[in-house]
């Protein structure tokens, strides 16, 4: 009798058991796709809104005259006089002339052979300021070198500082010593007077400079200041004052800084056409896939863009330079983007500064293109109304469903997986037992023949 042919196992491959789990999870998969497609898309959006933002940024220097105006101070003596200047300043020429600097009031002592090693003296000495206030320094007999005496002035911060110099006048004269304690005001001026009462020490004070005021000529007007950095003398002016040159006269001119301005005017073009660019892009098939890019069905790039392109067509009522065509702004009617020609700019702003701004700012009669633009820009990224930030929270909710739509698939899948593996199961040790059986019965058989 022909023998039976008995399996010592189930039979079922293994593998077929996680095929059937994977098949389960493909739903998972798909899912995870979509999102991941989303999440790319959201990024690239973001890219979008990052370069908004930027031109956002860029024509808030251009919305009023406070903005937009840049002003500088040229001085015919850059060496003796200089200054900066803010958009309040009047516009003109003016003349100076510095009769002197502004000076600190400065003490110097007698000569001593050494700095750190010979007593000056102990007990304490007073000093004085201008303004009343007064400070006794104490001088313990243990530590009462100039180094010591200019250390202690130093540390009490009253407006006097201290200082050890060696003047070497050994070199020229043998019967003085090379160390003095040089005591300054740390403020200059008539007023900043500095007393020192020696009292118990061996110090003997001398007046080495007297403290001045800065006095100056303004359009044949004297001006006093108690530092060489004049702050108040007109709105909007601050002067650096270096050095005195009594006799002569030095032109300061408030000017337009027609180069600053056109630095604003040049970032906002670019500005512009980096966001013009971008949406350009995705409107644009590509010649591999011809296809248009993943936000071209996007209507938040085509609001975008109609209200950046309405807010640049525009027109002045009056005045030499009605448009911005007019100083060298165009545009490309094919891609929509910006064409500069800054040589064109410069000319315009260097004959009519004023009447170019208003191309840009809001003025009495006027509203510019900073204005216009800017309010699209902001209504795009108005929180409650605005297309960008409906753009995001559309994104924000389409993801949030995705990650409960993946969670539930999740849990159904493991759900399912437990149950496939358990159908295994009872799979195997029911072949197992018939396999049992099938052995018992070949030995019997086997048996019977013998």
């Not at 050994?170 to 001026?189: A, H, Q």
């Not at 009447?355 to 633009?373: E, N, P, W």
């Not at 159904?412 to 358990?422: C, D, G, N, P, S």
């Amino acid at each position: 009798m022909a023998g039976i042919r008995i399996n010592t196992g189930s039979g079922i491959d293994p593998k077929m058991v996680d095929q059937l789990v994977e098949i389960e999870r493909e739903p998972i998969k798909q899912l995870e796709t979509r999102k991941k497609t989303l999440i790319d898309e959201q990024k690239l959006f973001n890219d979008l809104k990052a370069l908004v933002s930027t031109l956002g940024t860029t024509l808030n220097g251009m919305r009023t005259k406070a903005d937009y105006y840049k002003l500088k101070v040229v001085s015919s003596h850059p060496d003796i006089i200089e200054g900066t200047v803010d958009n309040n300043a009047p516009i003109g020429s003016y003349e100076v002339e510095v009769k002197h600097l502004a000076k600190t009031h400065k003490l110097l002592t007698q000569s001593f052979e050494d700095k750190d090693k010979t007593p000056v003296g102990f007990g304490y000495m007073t000093i004085e300021t201008e303004e009343g206030d007064s400070f006794d320094v104490d001088i313990d007999p243990d530590r009462s070198t100039l180094q010591d005496v200019a250390t202690q002035i130093n540390s009490m911060d009253k407006g006097v500082k201290a200082i050890v110099i060696n003047t070497k006048e050994k070199l020229e004269d043998d019967d003085e010593d090379n160390f003095r304690l040089l005591v300054i005001s740390e403020k200059s001026g008539k007023q900043a007077k500095v007393t020192i009462d020696p009292d118990t020490t061996y110090l003997d004070f001398k007046e080495q400079i007297t403290g001045r005021n800065l006095e100056m000529v303004f359009e044949d007007v004297k001006v006093y200041n108690e530092t060489n950095k004049v702050t108040e003398l007109i709105p909007g002016l601050v002067l650096d004052v270096k050095k005195e040159e009594p006799g002569t006269k030095i032109n300061l001119k408030i000017d337009y800084d027609t180069d600053k301005s056109l630095e604003t005017i040049k970032k906002f073009v670019e500005s512009y056409n980096k966001v013009n660019e971008f949406i350009d892009k995705q409107f644009q098939l590509d010649p591999v896939t011809n296809k248009a890019g993943v936000l071209s069905k996007d209507n938040s790039l085509r609001s975008l863009r109609r209200a950046l392109q309405t807010s640049i067509q525009f027109s002045l009522p009056s005045g030499k330079f009605q448009t911005l065509a007019d100083v060298g702004i165009s545009t490309d009617p094919k891609t929509g983007a910006l064409k500069y020609d800054e040589a064109k700019a410069k000319k315009a702003m260097a004959e009519d500064y004023v009447g170019v701004s208003k191309l840009f700012i809001q003025s009495d009669d006027t509203v510019g293109i900073g204005i216009r633009m800017s309010d699209s820009v902001r209504g795009l990224q108005n929180p409650v109304s605005g297309v960008l930030p409906s753009k995001d929270r559309e994104y924000k909710h389409i993801l949030e469903n995705f990650d409960k739509d993946i969670a539930v698939k999740n849990r159904q899948a493991k759900q399912r997986e437990e149950a496939i593996r358990r159908q295994f199961t009872v799979v195997e040790q029911l072949i197992s037992g018939m396999n049992a059986q099938g052995q018992v019965l070949q030995q019997k058989l086997g048996g019977a023949q013998g």
